[in-house]
DNA sequence: AAGTTAAATGAATAATTATTCAGTTAAAAG
DNA sequence: CTTTTAACTGAATAATTATTCATTTAACTT
C-alpha cells in the first residue's frame, strides 16, 4: 500500500494561514487551499473531513504550538522581572515569527468554525502567565489590580506591536524590543 | 411614487455588524443579513449593488462614525495630559459601546472585501492623536521613542480591554477606567 | 514481478449562496 | 380617486464553492 505523506499536513496548514493572512477566513476555499499546498481538492478530503475539521484541526494545532513557545525557557523559580521579561519577549517572538498564525486565531475567534470550548483551551494556555502575575502582585512589585487589566496591557500592546512590525515591515532590533518591554514594565509595575 | 425608508440602511448595517460579531465575515450570507435586518433579499440589493459594496460602505461609515468620537470634547489648547486622557477615554468608550464595529473593523482589515485604500484611511483617523504624542514627545511628559511604539501599548491595551470587557461581561466603573488609563499614562510617560 | 491497498487526481455533482426579476404594494402627484 | 412610480417581495436562477468518486498512481508485501 501507499502510505501518508505526513508532511502534506504541514503544507495544507501553511497554505490555509497563508491565504487566510492574504484574505481572512471569509476569503478561502478549499480549492484556494488545495492549490496554494500544491495538491488536488480531492486529497484535502483524505486528511481532513470537511473545511471546518480543517480549519478547527489548524486551530487546535496553532494553539499547541503557541504555547509550547510562550513559556520555554521560563523558569518560576527565577525573580519575577526576569520570568516576565522571559515570557513577554516570547510571545513577542511568536507574534511576529508566526504572523499568519496570529492573524488566523484572531481571525477564528469570530468565525462559523471554532466552538465556545477552543475559545476556552485558548484562554487556558496563558495560564502561567496568569499565576506569574499573581505572584508579582504578592511580592509587591507591580500594581495591585485586577490581573485582567494588567494583561489586557501586555497581551494588547504586543498584538498590536506586532501588527505595526508586519504591515510597516520593521525590523524589530533587540533594541526597539527592549525599549517596548520597558513601556509595559513601567506601566505595571508598582 | 414610494420613497426609500432611509432608516432600513441602518438597519441592514445594524443586522451586519451583529451578524459579523456572532460568526464573522465569514459567517454571514445575503440572506441571514436580510432576515435580521427584517427585509427580503432581493431589498438588500435597492440599497447595495452586491455584498462587496455593502462591506465597503459598512466599512467606510464605521470608520467615520468612530473618528467622530474619538476626538470628541478633545481640545489641542488644553494640556497634554488632559488631551490625551480625553483621547484615551473616548476610544475605550466607542470600542465598548459599539464592539460590534470594532470586530467588524478588525474583521475587515483581513478580509476579500476591504482595498488598500480603505486601510489607509483607517490609519488616517488616527492622525490627530500621533500629533498629539509628538506633542508630549517636545514637552518631555513622555518618553522619545517612535511614536508607532507609545500608540502600540495606548491602542493594543485598549483593544484588549474591550474585549476583556465584552467577552467577560464586566461593567466598567470609572475606577477600573481610571485604573486602566494608569497603567497606559505610566508606560508611556518619560 | 505480480498483486494489493491506499493515496492522489481532478472532473462531476451536490450544496450553498449571491443575485435577479416578475409580480405586488404603497406612497405621492395630479 | 386614479395614475404613476419606485420600493418591496421572495421564489427562481446564476454563480460559486464544498464534497464526492471513478480512475490512476505509487509504494509496500509476498
Redesign the pocket.
Known amino acids: ?5 505526513e508532511n ?1 499536513i504541514n503544507e495544507i496548514y501553511k497554505a490555509t494561514l497563508n491565504l487566510v493572512k492574504a484574505s481572512g477566513l471569509a ?8 492549490k496554494e499546498a ?17 480549519i478547527n484541526a489548524l486551530f487546535d494545532v496553532c494553539i499547541r504550538s503557541s504555547a509550547s513557545t510562550f513559556f520555554s525557557n521560563y523558569d518560576p523559580a527565577q525573580p519575577f522581572k526576569i520570568g516576565f521579561h522571559t515570557i513577554w519577549l516570547n510571545i513577542v517572538h511568536r507574534r511576529v515569527t508566526h504572523f499568519n498564525e496570529s492573524i488566523f486565531i484572531e481571525q477564528c475567534f469570530h468565525s ?1 468554525f471554532i466552538d465556545e470550548e477552543s475559545k476556552v483551551r485558548l484562554r487556558k494556555i496563558f495560564e502561567p502567565l496568569l499565576h506569574l502575575i499573581e505572584r508579582g502582585k504578592k511580592e509587591h512589585l507591580i500594581k495591585d489590580i485586577d490581573t485582567t487589566w494588567l494583561l489586557s496591557l501586555m497581551v494588547g500592546a504586543i498584538n498590536e506591536i506586532a501588527k505595526r512590525t508586519m504591515y510597516y515591515h520593521i525590523k524589530l532590533t533587540s533594541e526597539i524590543l527592549e525599549a517596548n518591554f520597558q513601556l509595559c514594565w513601567d506601566g505595571i509595575k508598582a
Chains 1, 2 share one sequence.
Open positions: 500500500m501507499k502510505p501518508r505523506d502534506k476569503g478561502i476555499t478549499m480549492q484556494m487551499v488545495a500544491g495538491i488536488a481538492t480531492g486529497t484535502l478530503y483524505i486528511y481532513f473531513k470537511n473545511k471546518e475539521a480543517l462559523p
